[in-house]
């Protein structure tokens, strides 16, 4: 069973900084794009940055170009996103999503985190 499990969410003053985690776990076989969406109270949900397998294609939203950034370490099945210069507009749930094989002969699926929370306010 393949999971992905995300950390590093809290409250923090604007200016202020975050770094998310999120680590796959489980038996698989290749993690292809890794992503980070988000979604705040009564809006869609929205890609935040995504990262290609080996990390040389970036995306980034408009909305967060310059302020945040997104790394992996396949070492460790992780993604990482700092996030700096934060705004109360910033304030959503940050989820974690992963394209992942779970075998040679099987197609990579979709796979997403549990969700953390992230707050900017004074």
């Known amino acids: 069973q393949v999971q992905l499990v995300e950390s590093g969410g809290g409250l923090v003053q604007p200016g202020g900084s975050l770094r998310l985690s999120c680590a796959a776990s489980g038996s698989f076989f290749s993690i292809n794009t890794m992503d980070w969406y988000r979604q705040a109270p009564g809006k869609q949900r929205e890609l935040v940055a995504r990262?290609?397998?080996?990390?040389?294609?970036?995306n980034y939203a408009d909305s967060v170009k310059g302020r945040f950034t997104i790394s992996r370490d396949n070492a460790k099945n992780t993604v990482y996103l700092q996030m700096d210069s934060l705004k109360p507009e910033d304030t959503a749930v940050y989820y974690c999503?992963?394209?992942?094989?779970?075998?040679?002969?099987?197609?990579?699926?979709?796979?997403w985190g549990q969700g953390t929370q992230v707050t900017v306010s004074s």
């Open positions: 990262i290609s397998s080996g990390g040389g294609k970036i």
């Open positions: 999503h992963a394209h992942i094989a779970s075998s040679l002969v099987v197609p990579y699926n979709h796979y």
